[in-house]
């Protein structure tokens, strides 16, 4: 490692609801931030090209691939992760979904799949079959097979799933 | 190799005056970052050789979509998710929409911006055939003012283009109340989301009286930037759409592209697909007239 040619920048954010404050590069990556200086290891680093979605938060609301954020991007933004989704303990409605439906297996596309799910139904708490598909295209998942994944994002709004769509997940998974 | 983050310097002076400023201070030793979408993979792969960035994110004057009666305009710094859900955009230019659509999945469109799309300028880019064929100008600013002009003349060759180092693309301007009846775009790649196109195809035109009375294509990664097909829509100008003709103009599209080999496909591919684009296209016109 050669030594820091540039001075470090205080990046103040609200992390998971509590105001934070770390000393690091402007062009260190957000995911880096919430890994190594606040040990939010929920995050994970899959691709790091924005292709996976598996570092995906939301900053301000907004659903990004925190591999792609420059820390100084996020100075005086909010943001959520994974282990912000649950309030005092209690699991968010889409973490228990994610749970109870085998929505998760190896994991670690999880908490991507969860903020793109929560991201998607913020926007759009009625989303039909096409549109939790596209909601959720740019996180990959290699275990599931995505059916339990979009089973677990319908329970999450406690809709039915339409006679139709049930008939297209049942032909996608014979 | 990852690269050495503390390497790197970004600087974020906050409004458009303050970057042109330094841009003009130091000409061609800052580079633009907006969204990071481009620049932030290459830092990722340790292939980012710019160590002076700008941030542009956060700008809101680079980030507006205006009217005025004749044009629309959507500032640089405007995300595919505001082109997407931006009503006037849907209504006159839905092509810009639907390119919008598909360019990265969502993260992505949360944060990639329409200028840098423009200047990152890949022959494969989403956006710039829709730009060619709604006949956009775009305006560049530097320390000493705005220039404008015709979008066609921007991208001069592999991932070069017109502007000068102390410039930056600020704002792109569409033309409105010129609709065609046919409008059409079709993306060819390996999946819906995140797939670079291995090559697309925008088309608008209109008929009179069983013949073309305009059309303008302009096609991805058919030549080595976004480019007009004006050889293909002069062989089609004026004619009626037979088979022969519609044979006549696959033709000439084949002579006129110059497509690669890459990663992502072959030459051979590409060019017969964007013949099958073409046709298409032209069925869609050939119906258009009762």
Redesign the interface.
């Known amino acids: 490692m050669s030594a820091a040619k540039i001075p470090l920048d205080e990046i103040r954010f609200k992390v998971n609801g509590e105001e934070r404050c770390v000393s690091v590069p402007p062009m260190k990556r957000l995911l880096d931030v919430l890994r190594e200086d606040l040990e939010l290891t929920g995050v994970k680093e899959g691709c790091g090209e924005g292709e996976c979605g598996s570092c995906s938060v939301l900053l301000d609301g907004v659903l990004v691939n925190s591999c792609l954020v420059p820390a100084l991007q996020a100075d005086g933004c909010e943001v959520l992760t994974v282990e912000g989704l649950a309030t005092n303990g209690a699991l968010a409605h889409i973490q228990q979904t994610f749970l109870e439906l085998g929505g998760t297996q190896c994991g670690i596309c999880t908490p991507g799949m969860m903020l793109a799910a929560e991201s998607l139904l913020r926007k759009n708490p009625h989303p039909d079959l096409a549109a939790i598909r596209e909601g959720l295209a740019g996180n990959l998942c290699r275990c599931t097979g995505y059916m339990r994944i979009i089973d677990a994002v319908r329970h999450a709004m406690q809709m039915p799933i339409l006679a139709e769509e049930q008939a297209e997940l049942d032909a996608v998974r014979k | 190799m990852r690269s ?9 002076p906050g409004s458009l005056s303050a970057v042109l400023a330094l841009m003009a201070a130091e000409p061609g030793a800052w580079t633009l ?1 907006a ?3 481009e620049l ?2 290459a ?3 340790g292939r980012l050789a710019q160590r002076k ?1 700008v ?1 542009l ?2 700008i809101d004057e680079l980030r507006r979509i205006t009217t005025s009666n004749d044009w629309l305009t959507i500032g640089a710094g405007a995300t595919f ?1 505001d082109i997407r859900e931006n009503e006037i955009i849907a209504k006159e230019f839905p092509l810009m929409a639907r390119a919008a659509s598909w360019t ?5 469109q ?2 990639g911006t329409l200028g840098g799309n423009i200047v990152n300028a890949s022959p494969a880019a989403d956006s710039p055939p829709v730009l060619l064929v709604y006949e956009a100008e775009i305006e560049l600013a530097s320390a000493q003012g705005t220039r404008r002009m015709k979008y066609s003349d921007f991208h001069l060759e592999y991932k070069r283009t017109v502007m000068q180092p102390q410039e930056l693309v600020m704002a792109v301007h569409l033309p409105r109340g010129r609709r065609l009846p046919v409008e059409y775009l079709r993306k060819v790649g390996t999946r ?3 797939a670079i196109s291995k090559i697309a195809l925008a088309g608008v035109g209109a008929m009179q009286s069983g013949k073309v009375q305009t059309v303008r294509i302009a096609a991805a990664s058919l030549r080595e930037t976004p480019a007009r097909l004006l050889a293909t829509e002069a062989a089609l100008l004026d004619h009626a759409l037979t088979s022969e003709r519609i044979l006549a103009a696959r033709k000439v599209l084949l002579q006129e592209v110059k497509p690669i080999d890459d990663i992502r496909s072959t030459a051979n591919y590409r060019a017969y697909v964007a013949a099958n684009l073409l046709e298409e296209f032209l069925m869609q016109m050939a119906a258009s007239e009762g």
Not at chain 2, 4 to 12: F, G, I, K, P, R
Not at chain 2, 104 to 108: K, L, V
């Open positions: 050495n983050v503390s390497e790197y310097e970004l600087v974020a970052m969204g990071g979408t932030m993979v830092l990722g792969a960035l941030s994110w956060g998710t990265g999945a969502i993260a992505n949360n944060r819906n989301a995140l």
